[in-house]
């Protein structure tokens, strides 16, 4: 059993109660741990954190795993090394990071790698330029001249970085990304063929790792086919005044007379201001989402979503990881979606 009354995290009093099984000797070098339900029910804890404790010890090289036989104590195997140990550092724990992660910690294990998740603190993590092995990959959120200063620290560290989740430029040299821009080309493209004129952006600002790929395309789309996009109609959902902004646009004669939603979150936030206003969806203002899930299917009326291929996503993502520790270039790949037409948008 673990104490709960204390600070402590779970999966660090399990940890620090197997390692001291190993250093007593109650477990000998070569020895079978118990298995991960066995050890849930031992400490009464669930099983991400007893994975996340074996985890622990096995970075320190305490314990090993041995795919399919379980989890074993002593010295790790060769296999077991650095070289083959990565490194996902996020910004945030928001999309994609959150999809990524949970997906390829189990896609690394399938081949005998595990993978560490660092939330970036203030200051860039302590002794990341001190290891001359390993693979880091950062999923950049929040703020997008943050993520390119720490992108470039990476760098300059001289460890072996992929970028993955969403680009920070235009052209980037290396990583795997969701293709965000087109997800946004599409679907305002899509507005667009449904003879909207005047549509706004709800979403993170321009200025954001998200609103920089959400943004620009949406922006550039509607510049392409002759249209205007007012200030009043670029909504940052970061901005405190976003809600009173944008019930304040619906309630002028010359409304949006569609929006586009860079997240879930947004696609509902702007659903309830229209109807808050008394109009009707999507007969006087059309919705459609760069992002997609059960939610949108949810409501009413249901939400015109860009659905990516997330499972896919990762399986890119740990092809380019093998590829990287194996001394191969990974390239730039770019995962796509689609855009699935709901009731928000079709008349």
């Given at each position: 059993m673990v104490a709960r009354n204390t600070r402590e995290p779970l999966?660090?009093?399990v940890a620090q109660s197997l390692k001291e099984q190993i250093r007593s000797?109650?477990?000998?070098?070569?020895?079978?741990?118990?298995s991960e339900r066995e050890l849930c029910q031992q400490y009464d804890v669930s099983q991400i954190t007893v994975r996340r404790a074996l985890r622990e010890l096995a970075h320190r090289e305490q314990v090993y795993s041995q795919h399919g036989l379980g989890w074993f104590v002593?010295?790790?195997?060769?296999?077991?090394?650095?070289?083959?140990?990565?490194?996902?550092?996020?910004?945030?724990?928001?999309w994609p990071a959150t999809s990524l992660a949970?997906?390829?910690?189990?896609?690394?294990?399938?081949?005998?790698?595990?993978?560490?998740?660092?939330?970036?603190?203030?200051?860039?993590?302590?002794?990341?330029?001190?290891?001359?092995?390993?693979?880091?990959?950062?999923?950049?959120?929040?703020?997008?001249?943050?993520?390119?200063?720490?992108?470039?620290?990476?760098?300059?560290?001289?460890?072996?970085v992929l970028m993955v989740g969403l680009a920070l430029d235009e052209d980037p040299t290396l990583g795997v990304f969701l293709d965000l821009a087109n997800a946004s080309r599409a679907a305002t493209e899509?507005?667009?063929?449904?003879?909207?004129?005047?549509?706004?952006?709800l979403g993170a600002g321009p200025l954001s790792t998200l609103g920089h790929q959400a943004y620009w395309p949406f922006a550039e789309a509607l510049w392409a086919s002759g249209l205007d996009l007012p200030l009043e109609h670029v909504?940052?959902?970061g901005d405190d005044a976003c809600h009173r902004r944008l019930a304040g646009l619906l309630s002028t004669i010359d409304r949006p007379d569609g929006i586009i939603c860079a997240t879930v979150g947004d696609a509902v936030t702007?659903?309830?201001?229209?109807?808050?206003?008394?109009?009707?969806?999507?007969?006087?203002?059309?919705l459609a989402c760069l992002q997609d899930g059960a939610l949108l299917e949810d409501v009413t009326p249901t939400?015109?979503?860009?659905?990516?291929?997330?499972?896919?996503?990762?399986?890119?993502?740990?092809?380019?990881?093998?590829?990287?520790?194996?001394?191969?270039?990974?390239g730039i790949l770019r995962v796509t979606g689609e855009l699935t037409p709901r009731a928000s948008s079709v008349t």
């Open positions: 999966y660090q009093q000797g109650s477990m000998a070098p070569g020895d079978k741990l118990p002593g010295d790790a195997p060769a296999a077991e090394s650095w070289r083959e140990r990565v490194a996902l550092i996020v910004d945030e724990m928001t949970m997906g390829l910690a189990a896609a690394l294990e399938d081949v005998q790698m595990g993978l560490e998740l660092w939330s970036w603190p203030q200051q860039p993590p302590d002794g990341l330029s001190r290891r001359d092995s390993g693979l880091l990959l950062y999923c950049p959120s929040g703020e997008r001249a943050r993520a390119l200063e720490r992108c470039s620290w990476l760098k300059d560290s001289g460890t072996r899509h507005l667009l063929g449904m003879g909207r004129v005047r549509l706004a952006y909504l940052d959902s702007a659903l309830s201001a229209i109807y808050a206003a008394g109009l009707r969806c999507p007969d006087q203002v059309a939400i015109t979503g860009y659905r990516f291929d997330m499972e896919g996503f990762t399986r890119v993502v740990a092809h380019s990881v093998q590829q990287m520790l194996t001394g191969d270039d990974a």
